[in-house]
Nanobody, 126 residues
Framework: IQVVESGGGLAQAGGSLTLSCAAF????????MGWFRQTPGKEREFVAAYAWSGDLADYADSAKGRFTIAGDSAKNSVYLQMNRLKPEDTAVYYC????????????????????WGRGTQVTVSS
């Protein structure tokens, strides 16, 4: 499977953006899908993940209450709705795919994901 992110851009603090992760070469519904972000000089950090079994979503503390992850098997895609954006949300956002339907708490580790997109830049101005 391959994934391609889109939807990044420039937003003002308090605004919203929706990121999309489209899958190719496989059914996204067979994978646990994660959104991660990275800033220069820092490690890739977990933002949110979606597991198809049980329609389960998990969020980093920084994303809870502001971001929503959702999967659409018909469109073979996963989305990240980001509301009430903050300047500290500025980063390159990456979509990762990991074969399997069930969520495990260690899936917040980016090393658990075998497939990555090229990322999409999100910039939030104050």
């Amino acid at each position: 499977i391959q994934v391609v992110e889109s939807g990044g851009g420039l937003a003002q603090a308090g605004g919203s953006l929706t990121l999309s992760c489209a899958a190719f070469g496989g059914r996204v519904s067979g994978y646990t899908m994660g959104w991660f972000r990275q800033t220069p000089g820092k490690e890739r950090e977990f933002v949110a993940a979606y597991a198809w079994s049980g329609d389960l979503a998990d969020y980093a503390d920084s994303a809870k209450g502001r971001f929503t992850i959702a999967g659409d098997s018909a469109k073979n895609s996963v989305y990240l709705q980001m509301n009430r954006l903050k300047p500290e949300d500025t980063a390159v956002y990456y979509c990762g795919a990991r074969l399997g339907l069930h969520w495990h708490e260690w899936y917040t580790d980016p090393h658990e994901y075998s497939t990555w997109g090229r990322g999409t830049q999100v910039t939030v101005s104050s």
